[in-house]
């Protein structure tokens, strides 16, 4: 078996082997790195990177606008998407190296970082990267949970009235997004998952447009409540301390500037429209989530759609975010122990589909203990909010600015070398602060937690 394809993050040990010299190339092995046959589209990279981006807090931009009040709020909205996109396009071409088109691929970020960086940022880029998707997915088994219980608090709703208390545990709903979770994480890999992103994708149009048009109806209907061009007024409002894979043609990285880009202005549509028109409806006192905080109440059935479409959604973005930890640790797996049957062999099960006991194993248990810390720390997507402070820098800013810089050569201190740096230390003070405003959340939800009651 080729060494470059053992490699791959996501490889798997196949049963049948690649064409040695002298034989006809499989229909699997016909891509110029010796890999199997790549079947990405701007279709499906776009569907990866909506799935990725829009999640179900694109429901709190509404108190997030609240907080920064209309001039602020979609300025810094729109001013970070542009920063996003403009980092991915400088990210798709060190995928291959050293050249954009014609050089060796990279088939992981810690290889592209190994490749243009070198030394100890390729560890410092592999404890961001892999930090943020493990707190990912604990946090999308807390919020998936979440939306499943406002299903049940929504019908309970509209049955005794608003004020009554509708109290549900989290705790069963988290277990059965889990089992879930077991069953689609023994598909091998990323490349098989690009179904379930199209179908998340549209869950997450679904519930965004849902979230959207009842914001609308609310703005529509009359409401008077309270906004200002600065947001929630400190003292009045709050205190002063809450203030993929591609195919080879056309080029990869052509294709993946392009998926960026409808990924991107996909997601900020619906950002801005979400946001502005649900501060709109709510004002100042937006709650952080208007489906599963029950800004609304009715029509009932609607809001009970809305949550399972987020659950649903979720369910796909945690695949999207666990397949990389998957391939991570079974690659390492591959490469110590090759011998060990354990770890390599496949059994071939329902035709096409292969079943290896090391992957049913490991995938199985890491699925079991997010789960258990979702359980035990139901406060983590505050401490989420702090991992992605912390990761957004390094991984959406620093690294794809760096290597930039030295993949093209920029000279030290020139005109777009300077202002490649500006633009970088600019991202890291607003990192910082809002890393410390993370913290500050943190401290306070640790502060009030009481391990018994149930958080909505």
Known sequence: MSKEYQKNPLYIEQTTEAPQSGQSPSKNFVDDDGREKRTGTLLTASAHIITAVIGSGVLSLAWAIAQLGWVAGPAILMAFSFITFFTSTLLADTYRSPGPVHGNRNYTYMDVVRSHLGGVKVQLC?????GNLVGVTIGYTITASISMVAVKRSNCFHKN???FK????NYPFMAIFAVIQI???QIPNFHKLSWLSIVAAIMSFAYSSIGLALSIAEVVGGGHVKTSLTGTTVGVDVSGSEKDTLKSQPPENKVMKRASLVGVSTT???YVLCGCFGYAAFGNKAPGNFLTGFGFYEPFWLIDFANICIAIHLIGAYQVFAQPIFGFVEKMCHQKWPE???????YAVCGNFNINLF????RTLYVIVTALVAMIFPFFNDFLGLIGAASFYPLTVYFPIEMHIAQTKIPKYSFTWVWL???SWACLVVSLVAAAGSIEGLAQHVKAYKPFKTEN
């Open 359 to 362: 992957r049913l194993v490991w």
């Open 161 to 163: 009235g608003h004020d």
């Open 340 to 346: 060990n049957q354990f770890i390599t062999k496949e």
């Open 268 to 270: 900020t549509a619906f």
């Open 421 to 423: 740096k500006i633009l």
């Open 166 to 169: 509708c109290s549900v545990s």
């Open 183 to 185: 069953i689609f994480s």
């Open 126 to 130: 592999g404890l961001a990267q892999y």
